[in-house]
């Protein structure tokens, strides 16, 4: 009888859905309200064997608006870069931050979207314009979290974000022949099936895909193996010894996401695999936390190499310094280290955070000075 019930609710929901068409923001609102930022630029390092290059484009919702719109968001600074001769044909890696695919879940939806300002008002109303797709897969796919509603949304729109990822991130790596670790993005547990990223019907992960020059997807796929508190409720982690390295022009590649760069057991992966280059695609937010205290690991039990007086007493940032990439990255044999951070405001939701780097076995100060709006570009020659 429930299902009965329920079917009969979808299928009047899903007339009336389907007889709401949806309006796209014009184009004329999107150019008007996207981010023109600043952009620093940091070198490091005289190398000519090829450059590793990190990225922290600055964002927000207008950048996620249509397909072209968040292409154009990211290839402003990769033009950038090539005009700035930071680029090398076949020979750079560029870096990306955590969750820059995510946000696709809203592209060329509905504009009343774009007009809400809160983050919980805009997905409400994704859900709205999109009920009869979300009640199916509400009612009849598989669930594997604690936040089904969340699961839902992330699962109804993972053809469409998978698709537009690939299309976005393949033009840019053939468009400059750079290879691209693209951040990460929620998709439900994908594949990379006959070279297209294809979402399954299995438990949502947060993950991230390799992209070489000429614009392939790497079939190999970076999983994040330790969601934090917030992201365990929707989201599944990997499992280590399946994260895969890359073979890339300037050495083999290895990308922990985000939380994944704190934990012991991963450097030891690292340096089984004699990686000799690490990126590692992070996001923080809200943008003061860096200077909020540390309360320890999110989610998770501290290491034993952890002081307990820090817990509480140091900061985000400080925290990130010592027991994230730039303190537990020992291996002789990686030459370089990206670490990037989201930056940017998606509705009420702002992102912060510092880059990383290490080159030749040292940390490299970063040496950026905060200004409103402002992206990011580090370069690291090898």
């Known amino acids: 009888m429930r299902f009965f019930l329920s079917l009969s609710v979808f299928v009047s929901l899903s007339i009336f859905t389907i007889q709401c068409q949806k ?26 064997r090829g450059s590793f290059v990190g990225i922290e484009p600055y964002l927000n919702k207008y950048s996620y608006a249509t397909e072209d719109s968040f292409y154009l968001a990211l290839r402003d600074y990769f033009q950038m870069a090539k005009e700035k001769e930071l680029l090398f044909v076949d020979r750079s890696i560029v870096v990306l931050p955590e969750y820059t ?33 979300f009640l199916w897969h ?36 053939l468009e400059y022949r750079v290879a691209i670790v693209a951040g990460s993005i929620v998709l439900p547990h994908p594949k990379v099936i006959e070279g297209k990223i294809t979402p399954t019907d299995g438990p949502l992960e947060n993950v991230s895909f390799y992209f070489h020059p000429d614009g392939r997807v790497d079939d190999q796929i970076v999983r994040k193996l330790f969601p934090i508190i917030e992201e365990k409720e929707f ?126 076995g040292k940390p490299v100060l970063n040496v950026v000075k905060e200004e409103k709006n402002q992206g990011r570009l580090y370069v690291l020659f090898l």
């Open 23 to 48: 309006q796209v923001v014009p184009q004329e609102e999107i150019t008007k309200f996207l981010p023109k930022p600043k952009v620093y630029i940091q070198r490091e390092g005289t190398g000519k």
């Open 101 to 133: 695919g995510t946000w696709l879940v809203v592209t060329a939806d509905d504009k009343s979207i774009f007009a809400a300002t809160r983050i919980q008002e805009a997905m409400e109303i994704l859900v709205k314009q999109n009920l009869g797709s």
């Open 138 to 173: 509400y009612l009849f796919s598989n669930s594997y979290s604690a936040d089904t509603l969340k699961e839902t949304l992330f699962r109804m729109k993972a053809w469409q974000m998978s698709d537009r990822y690939q299309s976005v991130f393949a033009r840019l790596a």
């Open 235 to 360: 989201l599944t982690e990997g499992k280590l010894e399946e994260n895969p390295t890359y073979q890339t022009s300037l050495g083999k590649l290895y990308t922990m996401v985000c939380a994944d760069s704190w934990f012991p057991e991963v450097y030891k992966e690292l340096q089984k695999s004699e990686a000799e280059l690490l990126a590692v695609p992070s996001f923080v937010s809200p943008a003061d936390a860096w200077t909020t205290k540390w309360n320890g690991y999110n989610g998770y039990a501290n290491p034993k190499d952890i002081d307990p007086k820090d817990i509480g007493s140091i900061s985000e940032r400080t925290a990130w310094k010592k027991y994230a990439m730039l303190g537990r990255l020992k291996d002789p044999k990686v030459k370089a280290g990206i670490n990037v951070f989201f930056r940017g405001e998606i509705w009420d939701m702002k992102a912060g955070g510092d880059a990383f780097l290490s080159l030749g």
